[in-house]
T-cell receptor
Framework: GDSVTQMEGPVTLSEEAFLTINCTYT??????LFWYVQYPGEGLQLLLK?????DKGSNKGFEATYRKETTSFHLEKGSVQVSDSAVYFC????????????FGTGTRLTIIP | EPEVTQTPSHQVTQMGQEVILRCVPISNHLYFYWYRQILGQKVEFLVSFYNNEISEKSEIFDDQFSVERPDGSNFTLKIRSTKLEDSAMYFC????????????FGPGTRLLVL
């Protein structure tokens, strides 16, 4: 079945550091890929998405590229801020009429000033 | 910006009691979902709902669970007889379309079963 594997957390970085959170997936067909973010005390918010190979999703300085050859969708940001502290979830929806999002375990990111 | 809302934000109940979790999806969306997140674990799919019927459900969604859209705006999840292991954060989501459409999530209801 479908699965998403995320980099183990927690991750602690200093402000302005470069961020990478690794995400790889297993799915049949051609899934759509998503990154969701959960700020403290809040629900899941869509951060970015990509629907086909080589697409790059971007939002708020974050980027992720859909790599079919490595089945990856790593999240990157060039210079993190304290306000980026949150839990980040990689997720997919397959394209076989399957409507459910399959999530990774989440990576807790803490940015220190 | 339209958003999914959920009530209550927190609920504490005794084992064996019935609970109803409520959601108001984004108004022009047609597909509705429930997910749950047990503390420290993955977000897991429970059920999807379209055109007034369940379109897909997971193994977790057994006979103790039911969903309903009682009017044009609300979408509810009922747990008939709660168990300790039902303690989790429950998220409602909605999407405009079906195939690989973005799902928009509510803030969640934290359920604690004692």
């Amino acid at each position: 079945g479908d699965s998403v594997t995320q980099m183990e957390g927690p991750v602690t970085l200093s402000e302005e550091a470069f961020l990478t959170i690794n995400c790889t997936y297993t799915a049949t067909g051609y899934p759509s890929l998503f990154w969701y973010v959960q700020y403290p005390g809040e629900g899941l918010q869509l951060l970015l998405k990509a629907t086909k190979a080589d697409d790059k999703g971007s939002n708020k300085g974050f980027e992720a590229t859909y790599r079919k050859e490595t089945t990856s969708f790593h999240l990157e940001k060039g210079s993190v801020q304290v306000s980026d502290s949150a839990v980040y979830f990689c997720a997919l929806i397959s394209n076989f009429g399957n409507e459910k999002l399959t999530f990774g375990t989440g990576t807790r990111l803490t940015i220190i000033p | 910006e339209p958003e999914v809302t959920q009530t209550p934000s927190h609920q504490v109940t005794q084992m064996g009691q019935e609970v109803i979790l409520r959601c108001v999806p984004i108004s022009n969306h047609l597909y509705f979902y429930w997910y749950r997140q047990i503390l420290g674990q993955k977000v897991e799919f429970l059920v999807s709902f379209y055109n007034n019927e369940i379109s897909e459900k997971s193994e977790i969604f057994d006979d103790q669970f039911s969903v309903e859209r009682p009017d044009g705006s609300n979408f509810t999840l009922k747990i008939r007889s709660t168990k300790l292991e039902d303690s989790a954060m429950y998220f409602c989501a909605s999407s405009a379309g079906q195939v690989q459409e973005t799902q928009y999530f509510g803030p969640g209801t934290r359920l604690l079963v004692l």
